[in-house]
Structure formats: C-alpha cells, structure tokens
C-alpha cells in the first residue's frame, strides 16, 4: 500500500502561479512513475503531467511549457509548478503513482482554482 498526501492548491488569478506537491510513504520502493491527473466537472480525468524514476517526463499538450513536474527519489515526493495558470486549467488535481508497474494509487485531489 501506497499513502499520498497532496498539498498546495487553492485560488488564483490567471496568469499566476501555484506549486503542488505530493508525498508518498508506506511501500514505497515499488514506485515506478509518479505524476498529476486533473478532473474537471463534467469532464474526465486527464494526465497532466508524469515523471519516471529516472527522471523522464511526459506532459499534457495543454501544459507544455507551462507547467514543470519534478520528483525527489530520496523524500519520495513529485511536485507541480504551475505557471501562467488559465481558467481552462480549473479543477481537481490529483496525485498519482503506478506501483510494481501494475497498480495505481491516488491521492485525495487538491482544488486549483483559476479566476479571471
């Protein structure tokens, strides 16, 4: 079993900037990659963003370039730094890590607020 703990949405103007990050215990050692997955309302759950142990990232086409996904191996943590934030970026965003390559485990989601 995997806990995750999310921190650091809340409510923004467009064009501003928030940092999201996201702590992982319990049975750690078989985490492979770790990322962010947004759920608007009305709308499917999206990746946003995710990182392999190795370091290697993948974003959502409508992030790119915008938004920066890190990881710290050692404190088992993954963080999202948000930038230039849209009202189309507006949702829950939760914290996401595929375990032993097979299973995933979700964090509770953390509300991003983007106003005009």
């Known amino acids: 079993q995997v806990q995750l703990v999310e921190s650091g949405g809340g409510l923004v103007q467009a064009g501003g900037s928030l940092r999201l990050s996201c702590a992982a215990s319990?049975?750690?050692?078989?985490?492979?990659?770790m990322g962010w997955y947004r759920q608007a309302p009305g709308k499917q759950r999206e990746l946003v963003a995710s990182i392999t142990r190795g370091g290697k990232t993948n974003y959502a086409d409508s992030v790119k370039g915008r938004f920066t996904i890190s990881r710290d191996n050692a404190k088992n943590t993954v963080d999202l730094q948000m930038n230039t934030l849209k009202r189309e970026d507006t949702a829950v965003y939760y914290c996401?890590?595929?375990?032993?390559?097979?299973?995933?485990?979700w964090g509770q989601g953390t509300q991003v607020t983007v106003s005009s």
């Open positions: 996401n890590v595929r375990w032993a390559g097979i299973y995933d485990f």
């Open positions: 319990g049975s750690i050692s078989e985490i492979n990659a």
